[in-house]
């Protein structure tokens, strides 16, 4: 039976389990052997990373031509318009060409969300808000580039969903593993969940350092 594991990863934290310059890695969070992660999550990006020992899983999550769709919570820098929110509908055209339609939409800064270190950057003379955007491909910080591309910056950025999976008991730095029978992941996910309440805390394995 393959394995499957959801870290909530922490801002810092790479997305791989060595780095041969001694930054933090998933090996301080994850003391699994035989496990890879399923597609990338920028070092500096937070939340929902699915692990896995089975390859053909891996490349179900991780291949954007399966379209699973991925939900990230943005705070972005000013107030973004309807106008903006309907161009990341349709489609931002990037250097390497246009996006798919995306699901956008505005959101209440999420609830017991737990502070990041170090802080984003405040400024008193520019506001802020979250944006609930879900996406159906991965390209490389495509999510950043999006949100410049209509003229609002990302400040932070937390993955919630893959599709049915979300970080919902998950504490930063906590795992746990899924029980491949009971829970797969669907295409028709990521919606409803957009604006659900960040986990307070773990509800699954601890978080603990192990090398690998």
């Known amino acids: 039976m393959p394995r499957l594991i959801l870290l909530n990863k922490p801002y810092g934290v790479l997305p791989q389990f060595t780095d041969d310059q001694g930054r933090p890695t998933l090996a301080d969070h994850v003391p699994v052997k035989g496990v890879y992660a399923a597609g990338r999550l920028d070092r500096d990006s937070e939340g929902l990373l699915a692990l896995s020992d089975d390859g053909a899983l891996i490349a179900r999550i991780a291949s954007p031509r399966h379209k699973l769709p991925k939900t990230y919570w943005v705070q972005v820098e000013g107030l973004p318009t309807e106008e ?6 349709d489609g931002v055209t990037l250097n390497d060409g246009p996006t798919l339609p995306a699901e956008a939409r505005m959101m209440d800064e999420p609830a017991d969300l ?5 802080p984003v950057r405040y400024r008193a003379s520019i506001p802020t ?14 999510v950043r580039r999006m949100t410049a591309a209509v003229g609002f910056p990302t400040l932070r950025l937390i993955r919630w969903s893959i599709g049915d999976w979300t970080l919902d008991g998950l504490a930063p730095g906590q795992w746990r593993e899924v029980a491949l ?3 797969k992941p669907v295409s028709s996910a990521g919606r409803d969940r957009a604006g659900s309440r960040p986990p307070a805390r773990a509800a699954g394995g601890p978080s603990r350092r192990s090398r690998r």
């Open 84 to 89: 903006a929110l309907q161009r990341l509908r």
């Open 181 to 183: 029978e009971k829970e």
């Open 129 to 142: 808000r979250w944006i609930a955007l879900t996406l159906r491909e991965g390209r490389n910080r495509q």
């Open 114 to 118: 737990w502070p990041r270190d170090p």
